[in-house]
């Protein structure tokens, strides 16, 4: 066999294997759309299934039974209701022979409270583009983080309302930051004042409601 004819199997090869790799990619089943940390109470969950035809759903929230269904009309989109609190998601959906064809865990917390964070500098005036994270104290994989906006605001939704949070602020250009610990059920708004050290949530000059 010649070397020609060697280089044109590996190139039909490598055409071939990238054709069903992006078959694979865009057919295979998987959860479409975005859910993030904190969430509604209802999440609507849809499954790209073109052409594995799953033949039943399974969510278990928190180690209990949330949805169960075998059904395939019902199982492309399907909506689930979440308490308020924190959630672990196991989401699986099976074949005919209750092989897996989809598996993915999710970890999530879902409420009804907004907190609006207002980001100060030691002037006391608001301050544009600064990174304000928020997390679960009790989860601190469960985060999420805005840009404060032309007046110095963000808005966090869908809290739970009796969970303890971690929030910063942070000016990367000045180096300077701030940091609350709080409980949602007693806050609504907050104001951070940006400075080196961190500060005491007693201290009304860093903290307003």
């Known amino acids: 066999m010649t070397?020609?004819?060697?280089n044109i199997m590996i190139i039909c090869l490598l055409i071939f294997l990238t054709i069903n790799l992006i078959i694979y990619w865009f057919t295979r089943t998987r959860l479409i759309g975005r859910i993030n940390s904190f969430n509604p109470s209802h999440i609507n969950?849809?499954?790209n299934t073109q052409i594995?035809?799953?033949r039943s759903l399974s969510i278990l929230d928190n180690n209990v039974v949330l949805v169960q269904l075998s059904e395939s009309s019902q199982i492309s989109t399907?909506?689930?209701?979440?308490?308020d609190g924190f959630h672990h998601l196991d989401i699986s959906l099976l074949d005919e022979i209750q092989n897996i064809e989809f598996y993915q865990a999710i970890d999530l917390a879902s409420?009804?409270?907004?907190?609006?964070?207002n980001v100060l500098n030691q002037q006391h005036k608001s301050v544009?583009?600064?990174?304000?994270?928020?997390e679960l104290v009790d989860c601190s994989h469960i985060t999420y983080e805005y840009v404060t906006n032309r007046l110095g605001e963000v808005?966090?939704?869908y809290l739970p309302k009796h969970v303890k949070i971690n929030i910063e602020a942070v000016c990367m250009k000045t180096k300077r930051h701030a940091f609350a610990e709080i409980d949602t059920l007693n806050y609504q708004n907050i104001t951070l004042v940006?400075?080196?050290?961190?500060y005491d949530l007693s201290d009304e000059e860093y903290v307003a409601i």
């Open 45 to 47: 969950l849809t499954f």
């Open 155 to 157: 808005i966090f939704h």
């Open 194 to 198: 940006l400075h080196y050290d961190e």
């Open 78 to 83: 399907t909506t689930i209701i979440l308490s």
């Open 111 to 117: 409420g009804t409270r907004s907190l609006k964070v």
């Open 3 to 6: 070397s020609y004819r060697l």
């Open 128 to 134: 544009e583009n600064i990174s304000v994270p928020l």
């Open 52 to 54: 594995v035809h799953s």
